[in-house]
T-cell receptor
Framework: QKEVEQDPGPLSVPEGAIVSLNCTYS??????FMWYRQYSRKGPELLMY????GNKEDGRFTAQVDKSSKYISLFIRDSQPSDSATYLC??????????FGQGTRLTINP | NAGVTQTPKFRILKIGQSMTLQCAQD?????MYWYRQDPGMGLKLIYY???????DKGEVPNGYNVSRSTTEDFPLRLELAAPSQTSVYFC???????????FGDGTRLSIL
């Protein structure tokens, strides 16, 4: 079993839709949770960072963590074509190493 | 702000050749990391460093070597390149414990 599971998609939705991206994990030692966005031929850029269960909102983006279920989500409201990218969940171990999900390729259609 | 700078951006190698991928950061970060990303996959950790003079293996270290003589630089060395090392390589740095990592834009490497 992989430490972090993420549906690779691809996921295609119309502009303005609400997008839900998810990851599950198996190791309860993960305490810090991140979402990175990666545009084609670019490096990952940090989108959201959280360390507690519950919701964290930043503009159109909401990160949700449920430690009891070992489940994290990223919601995008009012999706835009510029949101088209690959989204990677990343979980931080105590040894200061990130473990990444496979990434979900998202396309927002105008 | 330069952040994390990787060179070269692209490279084609022949089987058996060697090369060094360069990574430099100007944020005075102690932690630095090397990852590889294969098509449709997430990032896999090759090597990492928690400070100058200290390096350790990640998940997929075979065929690679690193050194960390300064805080700023963390080069990745490929010896005897193999087709399986065709990938996109990303370098990242982190300012302190439990902080997010900051990535460069990658080096695309093809071994033919």
């Amino acid at each position: 079993q992989k430490e972090v599971e993420q549906d690779p998609g691809p996921l295609s939705v119309p502009e303005g839709a609400i997008v839900s991206l998810n990851c599950t994990y198996s190791n309860s030692a993960f305490q810090y949770f991140m979402w990175y966005r990666q545009y084609s031929r670019k490096g990952p850029e940090l989108l959201m960072y959280t360390y507690s269960s519950g919701n964290k909102e930043d503009g159109r983006f909401t990160a949700q963590v449920d430690k009891s279920s070992k489940y994290i989500s990223l919601f995008i409201r009012d999706s835009q074509p510029s949101d088209s990218a690959t989204y990677l969940c990343a979980l931080l171990q105590g040894a200061q190493k990130l473990v990444f999900g496979q990434g979900t390729r998202l396309t927002i259609n105008p | 702000n330069a952040g994390v700078t990787q060179t070269p951006k692209f490279r084609i190698l022949k089987i058996g050749q060697s090369m060094t991928l360069q990574c430099a950061q100007d944020m005075n970060h102690n932690y630095m990391y090397w990852y590889r990303q294969d098509p449709g996959m997430g990032l896999k950790l090759i090597y990492y460093s928690v400070g100058a003079g200290i390096t350790d293996k990640g998940e997929v270290p075979n065929g690679y070597n690193v050194s960390r003589s300064t805080t700023e630089d963390f080069p990745l060395r490929l010896e005897l390149a193999a087709p399986s090392q065709t990938s996109v390589y990303f370098c990242a740095s982190m300012g302190g414990r439990n902080q997010p990592q900051h990535f460069g834009d990658g080096t695309r490497l093809s071994i033919l």
